[in-house]
């Protein structure tokens, strides 16, 4: 067990283990946004770190089939930051709160030495998807591409450039397709830790293993931070799944089976 999964089992709610918690028909989640852990200043303007700090919190409500309704910002803000960048950090968060329904209802902002932000989100469900009810003979594929967010992290760690539309600051959320899936999808979660590492999830809450029916290069699969979709559904399900993603134009890989055998993550924790 690394020293996340450590520290999370030390609560004991029920509510703890999906994207988000789950409380009568509301999904309350949470993440954090943290200059020289997550972003370097350099990388972004302060609109596309705004705007990468909403897109990656309102994932978790995508992956549980809830929509967004409020957001509560808390952004620790380094005393250099004149009014100007203030404005546009502002003006970040209302673009992506406009764009999905979102009311910012409040938070707390703080002096820091950089600029941290961490933002809760709350959204309404009538079906929620999980990440359990994953059975047996059970088909499990990921939406769009992998690989791109670790190859662009690393390029940028390398004081390369990268687009303005690339997958890392362009995080393209799917909620369409999870939306029109609804019916067919028996479990579900965003892929932000990679592949191989949220598979070690999903397996280990519904005490399963993995038989894969298409290999899957270690670099793709432990890409973090890739804001796809990791799906279980039944395979007599397939050819519905297939004409919801031709809906949506979002592509999906089936990759692997549920079986009774072991899963095993060859990936090394982004955390700790």
């Not at 670099?219 to 519905?240: H, P, Q």
Request: glycine letters at 6%.
């Amino acid at each position: 067990m690394n020293l996340e999964n450590y520290f999370i089992s030390q609560f004991t709610s029920r509510h703890i283990g999906d994207d988000g918690a789950l409380i009568e028909g509301y999904v309350y989640s949470k993440d954090a946004f943290f200059e020289n852990v997550h972003y370097k200043k350099k990388w972004l303007t302060y609109g596309q770190i705004a705007q990468r700090a909403m897109l990656v919190n309102i994932s978790d409500a995508i992956a549980m089939n809830a929509v967004p309704k409020y957001a509560l910002l808390s952004v620790a803000m380094p005393k250099c930051m004149s009014r100007e960048d203030m404005q546009e950090l502002a003006e970040g968060f209302k673009k992506v709160a406009l764009q999905y329904g979102i009311d910012i209802i409040g938070g707390d902002t703080i002096s820091n030495t950089k600029l941290d932000i961490t933002i809760t989100i709350i959204s309404k469900t009538d079906k929620p998807l999980l990440r359990s009810c994953v059975r047996n003979g059970y088909a499990l594929a990921y939406t769009g591409t992998l690989g791109k967010s670790a190859k662009e992290l690393k390029k940028l760690f390398n004081n390369g450039t990268i687009h303005k539309k690339s997958k890392f600051i362009d995080i393209k959320l799917r909620q369409e397709f999870v939306q029109k899936s609804q019916r067919v999808l028996k479990a579900g979660m965003d892929i932000s830790d990679g592949l191989f590492s949220d598979l070690g999830k999903m397996t280990s809450l519904n005490r399963i293993g993995l038989k894969f029916s298409k290999k899957i290069a270690k670099s793709v699969a432990c890409s973090g931070e890739e804001y796809e979709m990791l799906i279980a559904f039944d395979k007599r399900d397939t050819k519905a799944l297939k004409r919801r993603s031709q809906q949506t134009r979002t592509p999906i890989t089936v990759f692997a089976y549920a079986s009774r055998n072991k899963y095993t993550n060859r990936c090394k924790a982004h955390h700790f």
